[in-house]
């Protein structure tokens, strides 16, 4: 199935032509029926010559139901686009080939009605010139009357080579159904109807309803009338919903495959370049049409055509969408040069854009946008947004992702490499200001990259960091650290009144290695436990325990002096063999057995059960 929307000006015979092929009433309405004016869209559609079937939108050509109109033409891949041939272009006809301009249609066929009232060639050769300006090009031209019936036979055969020649819709694409009506039958609750152009829709399936993102439940679903299972774009579709009333459910909301759009209400678009007067300055206020949705936008250009749109409701969005921009109560058709047209058109190239803080930043973010093709991917993105939770960046509609950096997390490469680096410098910047502390903690790292999860600080890391209890620093041996290669390897720089302390205990460890300096002499060099400890991991002391410190290797030496008693010994014979006192010889010994190099009996006396390494 394909759909198309009809195009053109009020009363040239749109609605005739559609009645005429279809057989069906597009006018729904009495009133509209009563004025023989349409007024809101219509909906028929036929089997082709060739068997394919097609729908029609039809839509009203009068001026003052333009957002009707492109409510219709939004959502189809091709137009019908009909010129009376007695009265030729009229100003809705180029308003509506504005529209079908603007939102890049490049389908359709020209239809000149009402041949049977003058020449249709005039308005044929007019028409065919200007719509060969627009996005549609050179288009089969047909002239007809649906009085005498000529070219009717002509136009089916149009019909079904157009047809032919569309696009068939993405089966495995995401769904996205702009709703242009909703009511509600007694007994079955909510319908809504819409032109599905991609994606399935099956029985039981659940959607959101944009903007609320309310679940809903697929409980029926037709397609020309006739109920199906299951239905593929491109497919006029009736749904009937379960979990929502109908009073909740209007035109220009859409039902979308969950996690599969981007719900926004700020975008960075390319402005349409087929604007007279380049010139122009975009207004402050616009209104925005995709879909059967419209909402008004406030617009921050970002110099030349790129400018970020604030819109006034959140819209379903992936980046490549087409957006009309109409410039409400402006006259229709062309306006005149150095003013900005009624109707524009807009790509999205971002529907999660970054903020924007002062000029200077404004201007960057124009440059850069400036670049980027009118669908951009992954590239694009990661490059500005440096990271992208894998589902954001399928929200955005960008599919084939690279490969995550940990977890469902995706990287500019050039962005990850700066951040690895920042991240080795923030953290030696820490160790500088905190020589004390055993590294930096990862959340503080966090922080200070502005990153939103830490598992990206630990992937970061495994560039030349360590991370150990929570706290980041230098890998041993990463060269991040320029350091003296201690017997457990290259140690932090300390700062040097530290060093001196520690030169100083080693020097009263050299005369008497088991005379751990009491709690006065450690004062009296200005050690305090964290200068202690940090001595002590960076190979400089042996932390026994938090009162006692030896010189390192100590424990060794002990373990060597120990093994020569006789076994199992007594603390009292340890003490005696390592010359110092029971304040250092019971913490010694307990630290010993920890390591597995002495072993403690249920008498309290020990065994060495290893000699211990050689020292050094
Ligand atoms: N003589 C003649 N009148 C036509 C033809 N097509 C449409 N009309 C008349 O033109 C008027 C407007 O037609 P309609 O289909 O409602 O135009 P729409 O506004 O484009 O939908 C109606 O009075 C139609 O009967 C045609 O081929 N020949
Ligand atoms: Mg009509």
Do not use: C
């Not at 057989?23 to 009495?30: F, I, K, N, Q, T």
């Amino acid at each position: 199935m394909q759909v198309i929307a009809t195009a053109g000006h009020v009363d040239h015979g749109k609605s005739t032509l559609v009645r005429a092929l279809t057989g069906m009433e597009p006018d729904r309405w009495a009133e509209e029926r009563r004025r023989g004016l349409t007024i809101d869209l219509g909906y028929a559609w036929l089997t082709l010559p060739s068997g394919e079937r097609l729908a029609f939108v039809d839509v009203p050509g009068h001026e003052r139901f333009v957002p009707n109109m492109l409510a219709g033409v939004g959502p189809v891949p091709a137009v019908l686009f009909t010129v009376a041939a007695d009265e030729g272009w009229m100003p809705q006809s180029a308003e509506h080939l504005a529209a079908i301009d603007a939102l890049g249609i490049s389908r359709g066929l020209l239809v000149v009605t009402r041949a049977d009232l003058a020449d249709p060639a005039p308005a044929l050769r007019d028409a065919a010139g200007r719509m060969g300006r627009s996005s549609l090009g050179e288009v089969p031209a047909i002239a007809v009357s649906a009085v005498t019936g000529l070219g009717m036979q002509e136009l089916l055969a149009a019909l079904d080579r157009l047809v032919a020649s569309l696009p068939p819709g993405d089966p495995a694409a995401p769904v996205r159904l702009w709703v242009d009506r909703a009511f509600s039958i007694r007994g079955s609750g909510t319908v809504v109807t819409g032109t599905l152009p991609a994606g399935a829709v099956r029985l039981r399936d659940e959607l959101r309803l944009t903007p609320s993102m309310r679940p809903v439940v697929v409980r029926g679903i037709q397609s020309l009338k006739e109920t199906a299972s299951e239905v593929t774009g491109v497919a006029r579709v009736a749904l009937n919903l379960r979990g929502t009333d109908t009073g909740s459910v209007a035109r220009g909301m859409a039902l979308v495959t969950a996690g599969a759009w981007t719900l926004t209400s700020v975008v960075d678009v390319r402005l349409g370049q087929r604007r007279p007067g380049t010139g122009a300055r975009p207004p402050r206020e616009l209104m925005v049409h995709v879909g059967s949705a419209r909402t008004a936008a406030h617009v921050r250009p970002l110099g030349g055509r790129i400018a970020r749109l604030i819109l006034g409701e959140a819209l379903p969005l992936h980046v490549g969408d087409r957006l009309l921009l109409r410039l409400p109560g402006a006259p229709a058709g062309e306006t005149s040069r150095g003013s900005w047209p009624a109707l524009t058109g807009a790509t999205v190239l971002d529907v999660a854009p970054p903020a924007i803080g002062g000029r200077g930043a404004a201007t960057a973010a124009g440059r850069e946008l400036s670049s980027w093709p009118d669908r951009p991917g992954a590239a694009e993105l990661l490059r500005r947004h440096g990271l992208l939770r894998r589902h954001a960046l399928a929200a955005m509609g960008v599919t084939g992702t690279p490969r995550p950096v940990t977890g469902d997390w995706l990287a500019d490469p050039r962005r990850w490499a700066a951040m690895a680096e920042r991240l080795a410098k923030v953290v030696a910047e820490h160790a500088a200001r905190n020589p004390l502390a055993p590294g930096m903690p990862v959340e503080a790292a966090r922080a200070a990259l502005g990153v939103p999860d830490r598992r990206l600080v630990e992937a970061l890391a495994r560039n030349g960091l360590v991370i150990a209890d929570g706290l980041l620093r230098a890998a041993p041996g990463g060269g991040a650290s320029p350091g003296p290669a201690g017997r457990a390897g290259p140690a932090p720089a300390l700062p040097e009144p530290l060093m001196a302390a520690v030169r100083a205990l080693l020097d009263d460890l050299a005369r008497e290695p088991f005379g751990a300096p009491e709690a006065g002499r450690l004062r009296e060099l200005g050690l305090e436990p964290r200068g202690i400890a940090a001595a002590g991991r960076a190979g400089l002391l042996l932390r026994v325990s938090d009162q006692i410190v030896l010189a390192p290797g100590a424990d060794a030496k002990a373990a060597r002096i120990l093994a020569g008693l006789p076994q199992p010994f007594t603390t009292a014979q340890a003490r005696q063999a390592l010359h110092t006192t029971r304040r250092v010889a019971i913490p010694l010994l307990e630290h010993l057995d920890r390591a597995g190099i002495t072993q403690r009996l249920p008498d309290d006396r020990r065994l060495v059960r290893r000699p211990a390494k050689p020292a050094g």
